[in-house]
Nanobody, 125 residues
Framework: EVQLVESGGGLVQAGGSLRLSCAASGFTSDDYGIGWFRQAPGKERQAVACFTRFDGRTYVDDSVKGRFTVSADNAKNTVYLQMDSLKPEDTAIYYC??????????????????WGQGTQVTVSS
């Protein structure tokens, strides 16, 4: 059974940083990707970034490029989302998701089969 466990959310002032972690377990091969999504109240779930384990590539959405970085520690089966220069509009619940995705499909929530429980990120002005 695949499990994804997020951690690292919290309250931070604008301009601050947070690092989210997504610990994955249960995948039977390395042929998967871990995506990061966020959802603010009243808004659709938005893709933020992705790490594809099978080729080690990373993708970051243009809306957060330059501020957010995705990385992974394969030995720990953990994917990280480093968020710098945070803005109040980054406030949302952040989810990690697992599935068989590529650079062309990572931004589609429907491509993922497994989701973490979500972690709240609140950026105060």
């Amino acid at each position: 059974e695949v499990q994804l466990v997020e951690s690292g959310g919290g309250l931070v002032q604008a301009g601050g940083s947070l690092r989210l972690s997504c610990a994955a377990s249960g995948f039977t091969s390395d042929d998967y990707g871990i995506g990061w999504f966020r959802q603010a109240p009243g808004k659709e779930r938005q893709a933020v970034a992705c790490f594809t384990r099978f080729d080690g590539r990373t993708y970051v959405d243009d809306s957060v490029k330059g501020r957010f970085t995705v990385s992974a520690d394969n030995a720990k089966n953990t994917v990280y989302l480093q968020m710098d220069s945070l803005k109040p509009e980054d406030t949302a619940i952040y989810y990690c998701a697992g599935g068989w995705v590529s650079g062309a499909t990572y931004h589609r929530p429907s491509e993922y089969d497994y989701w973490g429980q979500g972690t709240q990120v609140t950026v105060s002005s």
